[in-house]
């Protein structure tokens, strides 16, 4: 039972340089989520993807891109890392829309943009 | 967002039965309440929901008072791996494409279950 799993774990990266994170889940969830996690600011949703072929931005979109090309696949890119980038990613899935459907979360990506 | 209100911080000793408390006095007829729990370093855990009746699963129960203005979460026999900081959540918004949802997390209640 992988559940919901984050690729790569730990990154430094420089700024200006580019990076993705890949989430894959193996629930057959149709919706999928980015959310970064900032020290006092909770979690705040980056991009989301209500099925394969599908994104919508979220509440802080800018200078991320995702895309969802296999339902089990979210991707989060980075173009051109700014320190301010620096956060805890995670990925959340959750079966589909309404208020009974809890997401499922993976163990994050801790990105350090130097 | 309906707001919840949650201590900063609980202390339970190991064995004994943990009981987080959440008022959320503006929740709506149709909102669900959620846990959710975060160990040091990991992605947030879903525990339980529930919306009018008390539930129970393999990790807890969650009573909710019957004008479910407040609930609580109980973890019968707390161990020391149940230190966390706890979120409760009950107001998931409504995103407008695709009719999705968001998670807002507040700041929780750290609980420490001391040996």
Same mark, same amino acid.
């Given at each position: 039972n992988a559940g919901v799993t984050q690729t790569p774990k730990f990154r430094v990266l420089k700024t200006g340089q580019s990076m993705t994170l890949l989430c894959a889940q193996?629930?057959?969830?149709e919706y999928m989520y980015w959310y970064r996690q900032d020290p006092g600011m909770g979690l705040r949703l980056i991009h989301y993807s209500v099925g394969e072929g599908t994104t919508a931005k979220g509440e802080v979109p800018d200078g991320y891109n995702v895309s969802?090309?296999?339902?089990q696949n979210f991707l989060l890119g980075l173009e051109s890392a700014a320190p301010s980038q620096t956060s805890v990613y995670f990925c959340a899935s959750s079966? *589909?829309? *309404?208020?009974n459907q809890p997401q499922h979360f993976g163990d994050g990506t801790r990105l350090s943009i130097l | 967002d309906a707001k919840t209100t949650q201590p900063p911080s609980m202390d339970c000793a190991e064995g004994r039965a943990a009981n987080l408390p959440c008022n959320h006095?503006?929740?709506?007829?149709?909102e669900y309440v959620y846990w959710y729990r975060q160990i040091h370093s990991q992605g947030p855990q879903y525990i339980i929901h529930g919306l009018k009746n008390n539930e129970t699963n393999e990790m807890a129960s969650l009573i909710i008072t019957e004008d479910r203005k407040s609930s609580t979460l109980i973890l019968p026999h707390a161990t020391l791996r149940d230190t966390a900081v706890y979120y409760c959540i009950v107001r998931v918004a409504l995103l407008t494409q695709g009719g999705s949802e968001k998670l807002v997390f507040g700041k929780g209640t750290k609980l420490t279950v001391n040996p």
């Open positions: 193996d629930m057959n969830h969802r090309l296999k339902k079966p *589909g829309q *309404g208020f | 006095s503006t929740i709506s007829g149709n």
